[in-house]
C-alpha cells in the first residue's frame, strides 16, 4: 500500500513539472481548440456552398492574416515617421534661441543657466527617441506577447487548422471517452456551446466595427479641426485592438496620440478627452449591452467575467495570461451557463 500512494505521489508530481514544462503548449492547444468549435459553424457554411472544407479553412486564414498584414503594414511605418518628427521636432526646440529660463540663468552660484541644458538634453537625444520608440514598440509587443513569440503563434495557426480539418473524426475520438447513454447529451450541449461562441464572434465583429467607426468619427473631427492626419488608418487600428477588451482603445489612445504630438499639444489634449470618452462608454455600455445580446448573460455577468478572467489570467501567468483571460472570458462563461441552466432546470427549486 505505501509502495503504491508513492508511485501515485510521483505519477501526481511528473504530471504536475510536464504541465509546467508544456505550459505555452497546452494554453494554445485549448486556444485551438476553442477556436475551432466558434470557426466550425463558418467552415460548415462555405462547405454548404460547394466551397471544399480545405479550401475554406485557407479562406479564413487568408483574411485574418491578411488584416494584420495590412494593420502593421499600415501602423508601424507612421509610428516610425511620428517618432522620428518628434525628434527632429525636440531637437530644433532646444537647440533654438527662443527658449530662455530666466529662473536658472539668475541663480548664483549655479552653472547650469540655459545653454547648459540645452547641451544635456541634445547630447541625449538619442536616448529619448529610443525610449519613445520602446515606448510605440510595445504595442506591437502586448500583441505578439499573447501568443508567446513566433513559434506558439505559428503553432496556434497549424493546429487549428488541423483541428478544423479533421472535426469529425476528432469528435468520434472524444466521444469515445463518455458513456454511450451520455453521447447525445454530448452532442446536443457542444452544438449549443458553438452556438454561443459563434454569437460572441460575431457580437466581438461589431464592437470592432462600433469603436472603428467611433474613433473614425473623432478622428476626422480632429482631422478638420487641427489636421490630425491618417484618421483611417487610427480608426483601423482601433477597430481590430477592440479584440483586447478595455485596452485596445488604450492602445489606439497611444497611437493617436504620437501623431497628435506631432501637430500640436492642443490636438494632442482633443485625441486624449475623445479616448476616455470612448473607454468610457465601451467599457460600460457598449462591450456590456452587445455580450448581453448574442450571449445571453446579464451586463452584470458580462462585466464580472471580465473583471475575473483579467484577475485570473495574471494569476496564472502575468500580463499575457491576463489579457487572453479578457479575450476570452465571456464566450467561457456563456458556455458554462448552458450547463448551470440545464442543471438548474433538471433540478427545480421545491
Same mark, same amino acid.
Given at each position: ?8 505521489? =510521483? ?10 514544462? &508544456? ?17 466550425? $459553424? ?10 471544399? *472544407? ?39 526646440? +532646444? ?11 539668475? &541663480? ?8 547648459? &541644458? ?7 537625444? +538619442? ?8 515606448? #510605440? ?7 505578439? %506577447? ?22 469529425? *473524426? ?8 463518455? $458513456? ?21 464572434? *460575431? ?27 491618417? /484618421? ?18 488604450? =492602445? /489606439? ?9 506631432? +501637430? ?16 468610457? =462608454? ?5 462591450? $456590456? ?7 445571453? =448573460? ?19 501567468? %502575468? ?14 462563461? /456563456? ?8 442543471? #438548474?432546470? *433538471?433540478? $427545480?427549486?421545491?
Amino acid at each position: 500500500t505505501v509502495i503504491k500512494v508513492l508511485f501515485i505521489i =510521483l505519477l501526481f508530481i511528473i504530471a504536475i513539472e510536464l504541465a509546467a514544462q &508544456l505550459k505555452g503548449i497546452l494554453i494554445m492547444t485549448v486556444i485551438s481548440f476553442f477556436l475551432a468549435i466558434g470557426l466550425s $459553424p463558418i467552415v460548415k457554411s462555405l462547405e454548404r456552398r460547394h466551397i471544399p *472544407r480545405p479550401l475554406g479553412i485557407l479562406i479564413l486564414y487568408v483574411v485574418f492574416l491578411g488584416v494584420l498584414a495590412i494593420l502593421f503594414v499600415k501602423v508601424l511605418p507612421i509610428i516610425a515617421e511620428q517618432l522620428l518628427g518628434i525628434a527632429y521636432d525636440l531637437r530644433e526646440f +532646444v537647440m533654438s534661441d527662443k527658449v530662455k529660463i530666466p529662473l536658472l540663468e539668475n &541663480l548664483d552660484g549655479l552653472r547650469f543657466g540655459t545653454a547648459e &541644458l540645452q547641451k544635456f538634453i541634445s547630447e541625449n537625444l +538619442v536616448t529619448i527617441s529610443r525610449n519613445l520608440q520602446s515606448l #510605440a514598440g510595445s504595442t506591437f509587443g502586448i500583441v505578439t %506577447g499573447i501568443f508567446q513569440g513566433v513559434f506558439n503563434f505559428i503553432f496556434t495557426l497549424v493546429l487549428l487548422f488541423f483541428i478544423l480539418l479533421e472535426e469529425k *473524426r476528432i469528435g468520434r475520438y472524444l466521444l469515445v471517452l463518455f $458513456p454511450a447513454h451520455d453521447r447525445d447529451y454530448i452532442c446536443k450541449k457542444y452544438l449549443s456551446v458553438q452556438t454561443k461562441i459563434l454569437e460572441w464572434f *460575431r457580437g466581438q465583429m461589431f464592437l470592432m466595427l462600433a469603436v472603428g467607426l467611433f474613433i473614425y468619427v473623432g478622428m476626422k473631427f480632429l482631422e478638420y479641426s487641427f489636421g490630425l492626419p491618417y /484618421a483611417a488608418t487610427i480608426a483601423l487600428f482601433a477597430g481590430v485592438m477592440e479584440l483586447f477588451p478595455y485596452i485596445g482603445v488604450i =492602445l /489606439a489612445g497611444i497611437f493617436a496620440g504620437v501623431i497628435a504630438l506631432n +501637430v500640436s499639444w492642443i490636438a494632442l489634449v482633443a485625441v486624449i478627452i475623445w479616448i476616455i470618452i470612448t473607454q468610457f =462608454l465601451e467599457g460600460n455600455f457598449l462591450v $456590456p449591452i452587445v455580450m448581453e445580446k448574442v450571449t445571453g =448573460l446579464s451586463s452584470v455577468m458580462v462585466i464580472l467575467a471580465l473583471a475575473a478572467g483579467g484577475v485570473l489570467g495574471y494569476m496564472a501567468g %502575468g500580463i499575457t495570461m491576463s489579457i487572453l483571460g479578457l479575450i476570452f472570458a465571456v464566450p467561457i462563461t /456563456a458556455s458554462i451557463e448552458i450547463f448551470v441552466e440545464d442543471y #438548474a432546470g *433538471r433540478h $427545480p427549486k421545491k
